[in-house]
């Protein structure tokens, strides 16, 4: 073999097809009928009910090769990995296999709580085919990685669940195999047995010979030789991992937002009163346009020659104006200012800032001036206003300078008396975000360009007197936190858990559910009205916040606002909807910028009454 | 259009990787079946038994043993209803295995011929129980084995691979349809009483014809003869029955790794 010769192919798929039954009652007729039937069926003979899942999949994976095939979920990801292991049945197309082949995936394999630890390591590495020669050394292996060597001969109904979370996917990743099948990337999690599992991912994937199925660009290893982009069973596009992987990113994002864009008209109902629907465009065409974009992610140097020009300049700059939300200015928008005001130093000449709800004290050291949008217009026109622009606009984010924006800066120029101020307005920061959650700017440059600081002023409590000692707390429901029973009962106990040991001040933002009539608390939890009824009612909240001793609040919004204030913050989420997954990394990065404050983000799921009775406890000592 | 092939080249699971694999799952479905019985696996054994012996006490008081001594006719029918238990465990065996394996097939890669060699690990355990009590009634009747009594032995196997031929063949088509495993219970009764196994063989008459079209006359009737009472002039049938059982499972092996995916597609996720 010479150089050139490429790798022998371990696993070889060609034009793959799987046809699924999307009626259940149905597809069981049909399985039977295919069960016994002689010889192979059709697929360009569809029956009633059925339709193509997967259609002409092929793939090549080498010795020393990993590739990784991205799609969102639903795309056939899983399918086709059960097709490669032999799980499930190709109707069309031929696999070729040289060699073990392993699927590695998570979940709870064959797993029975009257077995010992040590039993169930032997039967999870078994499936997943290690030879009787090597089986006691996986099995070793898995304890080892799982942490549960000192309870093998313990019977499974008898370990905390949370220990045995791991012992299914560590077995599959200790058999010996010449291809693997990875289901999703093992890793994330800070536990010590996450970390060791996400150890031995690593290695595994480093030595070569993986097909990698993944939602998320985030934790693909280093060496992807080639990368492709599945949706809804078909192959959109492939290439390199370093072209492919902020394609995808664009492609999850407009295709999320056609989503929201559309649940929205529903919600409206436009449907109803024959409003054509807005024409999603085909996911071709959107990895079309994000091929294009790829090439156009200059805008996060004009940002920062921008920003160098004005902040260099003799005029003074208009910093604002900020009209959007909360938890978008916390996360993005004051840690750009404070990274322009780091980066360039001082100013001699003005920095007005420019926001909503009496929050100077944000921008006190970042800014010589705070100008209030109360102070330019009525509130009521500075609400009404603001909803146009975010209807008009189809987004809260301030993208682009709107008329209002506009009139609100002449009305700064003209208070202040200056006409020739430059502007730096939040589209600057959104525009590049834009781009990140795009994927054709890498989420690198936000945490170079930008700065989380404390807020220097603590506001008093809500009295403005000498209070007792208080917690906050603030919930509302969204996408990546939706109305469910769990979610409810989420926060019940998190406000019963807090009024046991305190009294709960509750920072509703305008979405609040409630107290529970459940909580017999009396006097114990008193709720601060929301935004809207004063031009200081978001001050007032930001105070009742930094008061606090702890907070627990949704993720996102106004709860941004409590580790600024050093107040020790729990902020809770129901699912990676929307954005959740950039802001909890941004969130990430805040916390490690804020050592001297607790910042936990968690999973509504891994939360019950003990565990957040037990962080209270933990932070309130 | 392309043929659809799954083909696979070099190393491959081995078959002492199918036994341990079997062995481990026939302990999965053993610790959960007994798991909340204060006797655990005496019920193994109790069922079968207490099926038999009204059986035997019944068929002693009408006559079923022909010219037998009641002692003969319950060695007779007691062996011959436990080679019969190992055959329809046989068959059930890989089906309440498959049953509760359901969520790992669709979870992970989990060989489907595992199911029948965990299903043929359970009625070797229960054969143990039933060789036990075999020998008891061996000694309880003063019996002396015949010459040919290691052939009997020796055929074991074949009724083993003859149960797990029909088993195997069902164990897909009950993933889609509960329908096969509730109905092939209904079997048991048709295919016990319509071979001389708790009877001796009629000289004429219908039921002497039955018998003759019934495989399991050759299966189970003649080597339960070897054991208890020695050659008879229909041996060479039983190699021929055993020939067929063979080629039989060969097709059905085949056929369970073909359609065993497809079931498993049915299965609702």
């Known amino acids: ?621 | 259009m392309s043929p659809v092939a799954y083909q696979r080249s070099g190393a491959r699971p081995s078959f002492r990787h199918l036994v341990t694999l079997g062995r481990l799952l026939f302990l999965r479905d053993f610790r959960f079946r007994y798991r909340q019985a204060f006797l655990g696996y005496l019920w193994a054994v109790a069922r079968p038994l207490m099926a038999v012996l009204p059986l035997i006490l019944v068929g002693s008081a009408f006559g079923l043993g022909g010219d037998m001594s009641t002692a003969e006719y319950a060695l007779f029918a007691l062996s011959g209803f436990l080679m019969w238990q190992v055959f329809w465990d046989a068959v059930i065996a890989p089906q309440w295995i498959a049953r509760r394996l359901r969520r790992t097939f669709t979870e992970g890669p989990l060989r489907p011929e595992a199911v029948i060699a965990a299903g043929a690990g359970l009625v070797l355990f229960n054969t143990m129980f039933y060789s036990a009590i075999f020998i008891a009634a061996y000694v309880i009747t003063r019996t002396v084995p015949p010459a040919t009594f290691p052939l009997g032995l020796l055929a074991f196997p074949v009724i083993l691979l003859g149960g797990l031929t029909i088993g195997a063949f069902f164990v897909p088509l009950t993933f889609v349809y509960l329908d096969f495993r509730f109905g092939l219970p209904l079997l048991s009764p048709a295919l016990l009483w319509t071979a001389p196994i708790i009877y001796a063989a009629p000289d004429g008459g219908l039921l002497a014809v039955v018998n003759r079209w019934n495989p399991l006359t050759y299966l189970i009737n003649i080597p339960r003869q070897w054991l208890v009472q020695g050659a008879t002039d229909d041996d060479a049938l039983f190699l021929v029955c055993a020939s067929v059982f063979a080629v039989l499972f060969l097709l059905t092996l085949r056929f369970f790794r073909r359609a065993m995916p497809m079931a498993v597609q049915s299965l609702p996720h």
Request: hydrophobic share 40%.
């Open chain 1, 1 to 621: 073999m010479t150089s050139a010769d490429p790798q022998p192919a371990l696993l070889e798929c060609d034009r793959v097809s799987k046809v699924f039954c999307a009626r259940f009652e149905q597809g069981r007729r049909y399985a039977l009928r295919d069960i016994l039937r002689i010889g192979s069926r059709r697929v360009d003979r569809l029956r009633a009910g059925e339709q193509l899942v997967i259609r002409s999949f092929s793939v090549v994976v080498r010795v020393g090769e990993n590739v990784v095939v991205l799609g969102m979920p639903g795309s056939g990801k899983t399918t086709i990995a059960k097709l490669l292991t032999g799980m499930l049945r190709p109707d069309d197309g031929r696999i070729r296999l040289r060699g073990r082949v392993g699927l590695i995936v998570g979940g709870r394999l064959g797993m029975n709580p009257f077995l010992t630890v040590w039993e169930y390591a032997q039967i999870a590495t078994s499936i997943h085919g290690a030879e009787p020669d090597v089986a006691d050394a996986c099995c070793e292996e898995v304890l080892e990685i799982t942490g549960l060597s000192d309870q093998r001969d313990i019977r499974l109904v008898d370990v905390p669940k949370s220990r045995l979370r791991y012992l299914s996917l560590a077995s599959a990743l200790v058999v010996p195999q010449d291809v693997r099948v990875f289901d999703g990337v093992p890793g994330g999690g800070d536990d010590p047995v996450a970390r060791r599992v996400g150890t031995r991912a690593r290695q595994t994937l480093e030595q070569g010979g993986n097909l990698i199925f993944s939602s998320t660009t985030a934790g693909l290893p280093p060496n992807v030789s080639h990368a492709m982009i599945l949706h809804d069973g078909e192959t959109l596009y492939e290439g390199s991992a370093e072209t492919v992987a902020p394609i995808y990113d664009h492609f999850v994002y407009r295709i999320r937002r056609a989503k929201r864009v559309e649940e929205r008209r529903r919600e409206r109902g436009a449907a109803i009163d024959g409003v054509p629907a807005v024409q999603m465009p085909s996911p071709a065409a959107l990895i079309k346009r994000a091929t294009r974009g790829l090439d156009r992610s200059k805008i996060a140097l004009l940002v920062e020659d921008r920003v160098a020009k004005a902040w260099r300049g003799d005029q003074p700059v208009i910093l604002g104006p900020y009209l959007s939300d909360v938890g978008l200015e916390l996360l993005y928008w004051r840690p750009f200012v404070a990274w322009m005001r780091d980066r360039f130093g001082p100013r001699s000449a003005p920095v007005v800032a420019v926001s909503r709800g009496r929050v100077g004290d944000w921008y006190a050291g970042l800014a010589s001036e705070y100008i209030d949008v109360c102070d330019l217009v009525p509130l009521d026109v500075f609400l009404r206003r603001n909803q146009e622009r975010i209807r008009d606009g189809g987004s809260g984010k301030q993208t682009v300078i709107t008329d209002f924006d506009r009139e609100l800066l002449d009305g700064v120029a003209q208070r202040l008396g200056m006409p020739d101020a430059a502007v730096l307005h939040p589209s600057l920061i959104f525009r590049v975000c834009s781009k990140i959650w795009h994927g054709t700017v890498p989420a690198s440059w936000l945490a170079e360009h930008a700065r989380y600081q404390p807020v220097a002023t603590l506001p008093a409590g809500p009295d403005d007197g000498d209070t007792e000692p208080y917690v906050a707390a603030s919930f509302w429901f969204n996408s990546a936190f939706p109305d469910s029973r769990r979610n409810r009962r989420l926060v019940h106990d998190a406000l019963s858990e807090l009024s046991r040991r305190l009294p709960v001040v509750v920072v509703d933002p305008g979405g609040f559910p409630g107290v529970p009539p459940s909580l017999d608390t009396g006097e114990r939890i008193r709720v601060v009205a929301p935004c809207g009824d004063t031009d200081d009612q978001l001050r007032e909240q930001a105070r009742a916040i930094a008061g606090a001793r702890a907070f627990i609040g949704t993720f996102g919004g106004i709860s941004m606002m409590a580790p600024f204030y050093n107040v020790p913050t729990l902020t809770v989420f129901g699912e990676e909807a929307g954005l959740f997954l950039q802001h909890a990394a941004v969130a990430r990065q805040i916390a490690g910028a804020l050592p001297d404050v607790r910042f936990d983000t968690m999973k509504a799921t891994d939360l019950d009454a003990a565990r957040l009775g037990a962080w209270i406890d933990q932070v309130l000592q």
